[in-house]
T-cell receptor, first 114, second 111 residues
Framework: DTEVTQTPKHLVMGMTNKKSLKCEQH?????MYWYKQKAKKPPELMFV???????INESVPSRFSPECPNSSLLNLHLHALQPEDSALYLC?????????????FGDGTRLSIL | GQNIDQPTEMTATEGAIVQINCTYQ??????LFWYQQHAGEAPTFLSY????GLEEKGRFSSFLSRSKGYSYLLLKELQMKDSASYLC????????????FGAGTQVVVTP
């Protein structure tokens, strides 16, 4: 069990679909992250939100659109994805971005693009 | 940029000790984290080092030498459940909020 909750756990979608991944934490953390992880590879950072503002975008294609509605929630909106986008998408949170507190990860959403 | 190296795979017997090495090159070093990840699960935080020396947490210990750009994670009294991938991750003041992960070391514990 983790304190970062992600839904759905699994998602299968076509290349023309629009879907959203959701992430929630109630630890009072002010930094939230999206990572993409392929099999047998380390997590790759996609986005960082600090105090609900986007602070890092790792040159992610615009078909991925993050949103941080409030300090507890983080969404990732998906549109017109490609088969190579199939991966495990991990959300993480930490107390801040500059204090070197560990990031706590959710269990991830396993995404398959048909 | 950052360059992080760790072995791809290590195999050890139940009850034994395994040491996973991690070397890194980075400017603005600001700490090193170790995470454990079981297949299909989230990475879980194990340890953090920012000063030289050894940090001990039960069966797991982590060591850091900043001058050598070197860390290791020591797993003692190995159990079958310790079979997992172990990720070394470095934080840098050059990019606040960004953890650079190594490729991970797959530890296989055999009976």
């Amino acid at each position: 069990d983790t304190e970062v909750t992600q839904t759905p756990k699994h998602l299968v979608m076509g290349m023309t679909n629009k879907k959203s991944l959701k992430c929630e934490q109630h630890m009072g953390h002010r930094a939230m992250y999206w990572y993409k992880q392929k099999a047998k590879k380390p997590p790759e950072l996609m986005f960082v939100y600090s105090y609900e503002k986007l602070s890092i975008n790792e040159s992610v294609p615009s078909r991925f659109s993050p949103e941080c509605p409030n300090s507890s929630l983080l969404n990732l909106h998906l549109h017109a994805l490609q088969p190579e986008d199939s991966a495990l998408y991990l959300c993480a949170s930490s107390q801040g971005t500059g204090d070197n507190q560990p990031q706590h990860f959710g269990d991830g959403t396993r995404l398959s693009i048909l | 940029g950052q360059n992080i190296d760790q072995p791809t795979e290590m195999t050890a017997t139940e009850g034994a000790i395994v040491q996973i090495n991690c070397t890194y090159q980075t400017s603005g070093f600001n700490g090193l984290f170790w995470y454990q990840q079981h297949a299909g699960e989230a990475p879980t935080f194990l340890s953090y080092n920012v000063l030289d020396g050894l940090e001990e947490k039960g069966r797991f210990s982590s060591f850091l030498s900043r001058s050598k750009g070197y860390s290791y994670l020591l797993l003692k009294e190995l159990q079958m459940k310790d079979s997992a991938s172990y990720l070394c991750a470095v934080s840098s003041t050059d990019s606040w909020g960004k953890l650079q992960f190594g490729a991970g070391t797959q530890v296989v514990v055999t009976p």
